[in-house]
């Protein structure tokens, strides 16, 4: 007779998948325990990318560019990681931040991607800066 024990072993993108979702269900509190309980070997660019974005998505600035200043130490930054940030900022409508970011990914030499586009003219448009958003579209 078998136990009812399955053998798994947790890979950091389960890990980063359990994270994303105890945030939604349970909340940001439950999820950073979790990530807190969370074995260093399986702490990777997923799992702390995981925590960022949900540090993001709850709208939680401090939390959030504390452990994007993780990820950077780290060597974990990437486009992904960027966009959540610039995501953060939009949509706590501080996009003078936005350039900022930008510019640091590019200092970085972090290429943007559609999406890093797609939030800065998102921010062009919220603050009615036609301008600057034309000139964003002829760089692309």
Not at 48 to 55: D, P, V
Not at 132 to 137: K, P
């Amino acid at each position: 007779m078998r136990d009812n024990k399955l053998d798994f072993k947790a890979s950091a993108g389960d890990v980063a998948i359990l994270l994303d979702l105890i945030s939604k269900v349970h909340g940001l509190e439950q999820a950073e325990k979790y990530f807190n309980e969370t074995p260093n070997s399986l702490r990777s660019f997923k799992t702390y990318g995981a925590l960022l974005n949900c540090y993001s998505e709850k709208n939680s600035l401090e939390k959030a560019e504390t452990i994007m200043q993780k990820i950077r130490d780290m060597g974990f930054a990437t486009p992904l990681s960027y966009n959540a940030m610039l995501g953060l900022h939009s949509r706590l409508g501080k996009h003078e931040k936005l350039d900022n970011v930008m510019q640091e990914m590019e200092e970085n030499g972090i290429s943007w991607d559609a999406f890093t586009y797609c939030l800065r003219l998102n921010a062009y448009g919220d603050t009615s800066d036609i301008e600057e958003g034309r000139e964003n579209v002829e760089e692309i």
